[in-house]
């Protein structure tokens, strides 16, 4: 059974940084997408960033230039670091890992910017 812990979420000022993770444990096919969504209150789950096995990445437009994502494929970890927070960017973050048959969430991590 595949699971994602995440860790790294909390309360920030604008401008200011933090710096998520999210490690994989269980069987993971070597060909996968790890990613971190968000989901702000009353608003849908929105994608901030994924990045593939091999490194292709994606970024929303909302979060370019300000976010960076990378993984250590040897740790089946992703991270997340954020940069220049907004309050906008208050959200529930979540790890997500695509398979080739399914997918898996983490639990969230709550990120507060203040202004």
């Known amino acids: 059974q595949v699971q994602l812990v995440e860790s790294g979420g909390g309360l920030v000022q604008a401008g200011g940084s933090l710096r998520l993770s999210c490690a994989a444990s269980?069987?993971?096919?070597?060909?996968?997408?790890m990613g971190w969504y968000r989901q702000a209150p009353g608003k849908q789950r929105e994608l901030v960033a994924h990045?593939?096995?091999?490194?292709?990445?994606l970024y929303a437009d909302s979060v370019k230039a300000r976010f960076t994502i990378s993984r250590d494929n040897g740790k089946n970890t992703v991270y997340l670091q954020m940069r220049s927070l907004k309050p906008e960017d208050t959200a529930v973050y979540y790890c997500?890992?695509?398979?080739?048959?399914?997918?898996?969430w983490g639990q969230g991590t709550l990120v507060t910017v203040s202004s």
């Open positions: 997500n890992l695509k398979l080739p048959n399914f997918e898996v």
């Open positions: 269980g069987s993971i096919f070597s060909s996968n997408v």
């Open positions: 990045i593939t096995s091999v490194g292709s990445i």
